[in-house]
């Protein structure tokens, strides 16, 4: 007797499941809807926030039930977009007691039409010649446990077991998520408006095998930040001491959208994406 096997679609879950088995208590998933909100990441049914998008994919589901292989409607996702009253934006220089962005704010004489039209060519033009580093490969001798999913961002594949087939290609995105005004996407493709279709965006590049190593979990800090304008520009300072500048990294991921991760003593990090309010000229931010 044949039995199939179909991937779950409950939100936390993914994994792959025989209908014979299935029963109200073997999936453990979030019931509630995802929420961007100034960088941070969660559900609503739960309380925790994270700020990467690893950690929130990994955030452990809070409610049982059956596997079910279709999502259901409620589940959209319910974002939040950061508002300034500035019309310019921000980013980034460091220092031994603080590290600190600030970017220069872009500006256009010709109409919004042809504005738009001239920004959306010149992002798709970008991301085409953008190269991305080779992706990170598995420790040598590191043998995954059953049913592990890919940690790259996008490939849904699960590990199944070192004697099965040749597994399929990794397909993922090398680029990082992006969340702004209601659309979500990848800084290294194109963006959608509801997070299920977010969720099965295909990746757009490909790597020969996949990868299921899951380092260990940084210890996160919050810092104090900060941010002033001053003419063309808009300063942001994060207030944090002891920075390792060169194990830290400050990425403009696009024009609206500034991730930072610094390297603490101790081995604390912190981590926050901000999210701006006017786009920016990347190639004059710092």
């Known amino acids: 007797k044949m039995t199939r096997t179909q991937t779950c679609a409950n939100n936390g ?30 559900w609503t049914c739960c309380k925790r926030r994270v700020d990467d998008f690893n950690e929130f994919l990994a955030i452990p589901g809070c409610a049982s039930g059956p596997h079910v292989a279709s999502s259901s409607p409620s589940s959209t996702a319910s974002s939040s977009s950061s508002s300034s009253s500035s019309s310019s934006s921000s980013s980034s220089s460091s220092s ?102 977010f969720m099965k965006l295909p990746g757009c590049h490909t790597a020969p095998h996949h990868s299921f190593f899951q380092a260990p979990p940084s210890k996160k800090t919050e810092c104090r930040h900060d941010w002033y304008q001053l003419g063309g520009q808009v300063i942001i300072s994060i207030y944090a001491k002891q920075v390792n500048v060169a194990a830290s990294t400050i990425v403009f991921s696009d024009e609206k959208t500034i991730n930072v991760n610094l390297t603490l003593p101790d081995d604390l990090v912190y981590s926050r994406s901000f999210l701006l309010s006017e786009e920016i000229n990347k190639d004059k931010s710092t």
Do not use: W
């Open 13 to 42: 879950c993914g994994k792959q499941y025989e209908e014979e088995s299935n029963n109200d208590m073997v999936c453990i998933h979030h019931p509630g809807a995802p929420v961007f909100h100034e960088g941070r990441k969660g």
């Open 96 to 197: 031994s007691s603080s590290s600190s962005s600030s970017s220069s704010s872009s500006s256009s004489s010709s109409s919004p039409s042809s504005s738009s039209s001239s920004s959306s060519s010149s992002s798709s033009q970008a991301q085409k010649k953008k190269t991305y580093p080779a992706p990170v490969e598995d420790p040598e001798g590191f043998k995954p446990p059953l049913d592990a999913p890919c940690t790259r961002l996008g490939c849904p594949y699960r590990f199944q077991s070192s004697s099965s087939s040749s597994p399929p290609p990794c397909l993922y995105h090398p680029g990082e998520p992006v969340f702004h005004e209601g659309s979500k996407g990848y800084s290294c493709c194109k963006s959608v408006a509801e997070f299920e279709q």
